[in-house]
């Protein structure tokens, strides 16, 4: 069975950086993409931001983290990172990673994820 592990998150104050990381556990045959959401309380999961494993790498941000977040891979690890810098308060959610991937080369892709982690903003 596949895991979603994630790594970082915790309290920061405004305008502080932090990293979060995800990677499967296992051997996996591929990974397709991999995104990271966050849900704030009383508020609809939003993608935060994503990234293709596949070709080139092209990455997607929400509007609100555009030029303070950056996604970025690393094949030799097989892991997907989100670095926030200039944190604001509205950035406090629980995020999660989300990847599709193949676990076999027999097995149809699938949508995995991961357990969530805090990420709080305060002064």
């Known amino acids: 069975q596949v895991q979603l592990v994630q790594s970082g998150g915790g309290l920061v104050q405004p305008g502080g950086s932090l990293r979060l990381s995800c990677a499967p556990s296992g051997t996996i045959f591929t990974m397709y993409n991999m995104g990271w959401y966050r849900q704030a309380p009383g508020k609809q999961r939003e993608l935060v931001a994503s990234?293709?494993?596949?070709?080139?790498?092209?990455?997607v941000y929400a509007d609100s983290v555009k030029g303070r977040f950056t996604i970025a891979r690393d094949d030799a690890v097989n892991t997907v990172s989100l670095q926030m810098n200039n944190l604001r308060p509205e950035d406090t959610a629980v995020y999660y990673c989300?990847?599709?991937?193949?676990?076999?080369?027999?097995?149809?892709?699938?949508?995995?994820w991961g357990r969530g982690t805090q990420v709080t903003v305060s002064s």
């Open positions: 990234i293709t494993l596949t070709t080139d790498g092209t990455t």
């Open positions: 989300n990847a599709e991937l193949q676990r076999r080369e027999v097995d149809p892709p699938s949508e995995y």
